[in-house]
């Protein structure tokens, strides 16, 4: 588990700075907007990620406490302390899928090259870590229950609507029956 704390760590630190450099491309566009709907739609998708900084300002630290006590052998998570952070990390799972989503939006109207140079940038190194975190997540919830389903695999079923134009972006199902899992108490 040490490694894979490691790696959401790392994500979620990136992804922090992300949203951080996206909230900044957004600001002026609302202060500036046209028209009503303008500065609603990206009002609207400015508080989303505002709100994703908030849980990432209590799931980083979380991170790394845990990460903490695996380097000092100190590790023995209480149920309640492990589920909340794996409940935590399936959230922002999900935050990094809507995430991609908010930079594809992005990209449809700022198609001036600095950012849409940037929003590419952003928007690649999400999708490989939400994918990341998506794969890390199903092979830890399987350790505990061999009939974990993603709660949210619906999403990415037959194909993964998030994959870069030109990928292959079949998703191979799985037959597995939806149980009680962490992930499903959100």
Known sequence: MKDELHAFYQIFTTTKDAIEKFMNILE????????????????????????????????????????????????????????????????????????????????????????????????NVSYQDYQQVKNMLNEINAKFDHNYVDPHAHHDEHHDHLAPPGSSSIVKSSQKKKGFTVGSLI
């Not at 999900?94 to 950012?115: C, I, K, Y």
Request: zero cysteines.
């Open 28 to 123: 002026p566009v609302i202060q500036n907007a046209k028209d009503d709907h303008e500065r609603l739609y990206y009002h609207h998708i400015y508080e989303e990620e505002e709100q994703r900084l908030s849980r990432l300002a209590e799931l980083i630290p979380l991170i790394s406490k845990f990460e903490k006590e695996k380097e000092e052998n100190s590790f023995s998570p209480t149920n309640n302390e492990f589920n909340r952070l794996l409940q935590e990390l399936n959230l922002e799972k999900f935050g990094l899928h809507n995430f991609v989503e908010h930079l594809d939006l992005a990209l449809f109207q700022f198609t001036d090259e600095e950012r849409s140079t940037q929003l590419n940038q952003m928007r």
